[in-house]
């Protein structure tokens, strides 16, 4: 399976985020966006979601049966301010998510499995999400996305704001999740996109381009992105 | 001094010009011609700034102008057979005494204090004591000939004309210092945007004996407010010397400024204050739950967990609806005179129904709390976005707000159809029937309405706010209809019958709209 975006460009008014942007994105694999602040890593999420519609451009999925659109259901979302349906319960609003979602999710396992399977406790899972804590919150928006199994995961800055153990836990996860899809994730922290991810791509000038790593060691490869990053400025 | 009396100046004025090319980007046909780079145009901020100093100029006087005709000399032709000078002095005193302590300026938490003194940390005390000066500059000389002019026109003496501006200033001045020394005695700081009670009551006291008095033909002789003219006049400028010593202004308006600053900054913390607000709403009541399964689930829980706002509100105008029918039906059977009257205003006055029902009609509630504590989270979820589930969801919500919005209506409709009845009926009894269904429909198109907007301009934007121009529009539209509406006088089976057939094609049309266009439409606006 591959994710191909074809020459998508945004602009907002006169100043252009995304310049014809072409790339293509492998399965298995967990990308690590990196871009200066403003460089339009949310805007490219957030076209990719069609929460904002590109000026121009196409967004495809190619797998054995051929190449076709992108489709909502392709998608997991998770932002960095988890945004979770406060007037529910983690347990109603799993429920809700896994009535609407059977014939996607396929073999549904019981609730407290899944709650089990994020670490949430036994007695908060019964608690209004709006009194969960950001960490919590992060949990179950990052929990309703795997469980849809996505083809594609977009993650916008998601562990900045948890503390260690979270954070330590989360990638966990998504290491162990990246089987099967695409994962791109966006970051300000390098060391933990070196850490975690597979690529490091940087949004610069509006455009994607990949930093080869090739036989740099550690050292090396972490200069060559601050320069490409100061690069932009 | 006049650098800081400058600098604030310039401050005002820039954010003033500001604030109008916003709101112009805001108007949908008008934004697409304006350039981005539209704050940064010099010669356009020129104009504005010109425009600005010539409606400050402008509004010392056009305000005094005002205030003294529309509030006290127009009132004043009113009271016939009492001396008119006195009547004159006597309104003006009462309403002096209320401006001077609620009309302080000083104590008045305004955005110029806010962006002056806490975010560009000017000198509070230069930057109070400068601008005071001015406001009461500006009192001063903007009475004056307003003062002269309706004074003399009311039979006042030239000289009493002449002191007036001055007790004005003086009132205002006395009450600032004594607050000024209460805050040393006793640390509380005054905000005359948040008046206790006791305030309140002596406000209306206070109006009551400006206009009521003279009612009864009771006014003070014109010796009373002459005395404590001069006296206000005294006492003012004796306060003076404390004003300009008073040396803890920083802490007065930190305070004065701290519970106003959360709505001001338009960053995260008001966002956040907005979103807290909205979660108190939720009810935390452990034994509400839902048997349904899927939307009919999600649906169930927000409407018995939002009972408070959705349907409290709705029953509680039922009740009075309610409370109004049986009071009229009383009315007409203790006096039967009233009959043929009542039964006119039934048969003519039902466009002023639909003004009613705009006002009672909980559309724009419902789709804020939607917003606010449903879809605002669940819009980031992809799966929330599939057209079948999005338009599954608008059914069900166009149901429920149907169900609330109706109940009033319904007892509305029954209750003028009753007060046909008893006020001695009608030659077609059509009518009856017209009256109840075009009121549901009424409250039917405002449920469709407001819910159809919502979902075809969703005009929320990520951080809770309201930024949709075109949908703003709609609103003020939705009410000018309405408000015209209410000046309309036609007969109840020719109103009743548009009315029906207007709402049934508009609700048709509205829903064939929502689902060839809203899973489109119905998304978060960015930023």
Known sequence: MKFIIEHVSKSYEKKEVLRDIS???????????LGRNGAGKTTLFNCINRDVKADGGEFFLETDAGRRGLMADDIGYVLSTPTVPEFLTGREFLKFFIDINEKTIGRVRPLDEYFGFMGIAPEDRDKLLKDYSHGMKNKMQMLVNIIARPNILLLDEPLTSLDVVVAEEMKGLLRSLKQNRITIFSTHILDLALDLCDEIILLNHGGLEVVEKSHLDGREFREKIIAALREQA | ?????????????????????????????????????????????????????????????????????????????????????????????FLTVIGGFANTTLFNPTKDKYYAIILMRMDAREYTLVNYGYSILKVVIGFLPCSLLFGLLGGVPVWLCLLLPFSVAGYKLSYVSYTLWDYERRGNVYNENKLDKFQWLGIALLLLAAYGLPAFGLVLPMG?????????????????????????????????????????????????????????????????????????????????????????????????????????????????????????????????????????????????????????????????????????????????????????????????????????????????????VSMVCMSLFFSVHYLTIYYLLQPYTVGTELKGGTYKLVSIATYMVCYFLMQLRMPTLVFGGMTIVFCVLYSVVACILVYKLAPKTFRLRMG
């Not at chain 2, 409606?55 to 032709?77: D, N, Q, R, T």
């Not at chain 2, 429920?400 to 008893?422: D, R």
Request: proline share 4%; aromatic share 12%.
């Open chain 2, 224 to 436: 009373i407010p002459a005395v404590l003219a001069l006296l206000s006049i005294l006492l003012g400028a004796a306060g003076i010397p404390r004003i300009y010593r008073f040396g803890e202004y920083k802490e007065v308006c930190r305070t004065l400024l701290s519970d106003t600053m959360s709505q001001m900054d338009a960053s995260s913390r008001s966002v956040r204050t907005v979103k807290q607000a909205n979660e108190k709403k939720i009810s935390a009541d452990v034994s509400i739950t839902s048997k349904k399964s899927g939307f009919e689930y999600l649906n169930e829980l927000f409407v018995r967990r939002h009972r408070k706002i959705l349907w409290k509100s709705a029953e509680r105008i039922s009740y009075v609806c309610a409370a109004l029918t049986v009071g009229a039906l009383l009315a007409l059977y203790l006096k039967p005179q009233l009959r043929p009257m009542a039964n006119k205003l039934v048969m003519t006055c039902l466009p002023y129904f639909a003004f009613i029902l705009y006002a009672i009609n909980r559309g724009t509630s419902f789709t804020q709390a939607l917003f606010m504590n449903c879809d605002h989270s669940l819009l980031t979820y992809s799966f929330y976005k599939r057209p079948g589930f999005v338009l599954k969801l608008f059914r069900i919500r166009l149901r429920e707000i149907m169900k609330i919005n109706a109940v009033p209506a319904l007892i509305l409709g029954f209750g003028l159809a009753l007060v046909l009845f008893v006020s001695g009926g009608t030659d077609q009894p059509v009518n009856y029937v017209v009256l109840v």
């Open chain 1, 23 to 33: 790339f293509t994105f492998e399965e298995g694999k967990i990308y690590g966006l």
């Open chain 2, 1 to 93: 001094m006049k650098k800081t009396l400058i600098l604030s100046f310039s401050l005002k004025i820039t954010y003033r010009v500001n604030g109008i090319l916003y709101s112009l980007k805001q108007i949908p046909l008008v934004k697409k011609l304006l350039p981005g780079e539209l704050y940064g145009m010099h010669w356009l901020k020129i104009v504005a700034s010109v425009l600005s100093v010539i409606w400050e100029v402008a509004s010392v006087f056009l305000g005094k102008f005002l205030y003294l005709l529309l509030m006290v000399f127009l009132p004043c032709l009113l009271y016939d057979g009492l001396p008119g000078q006195e009547v004159f002095l006597h309104i003006l005193l």
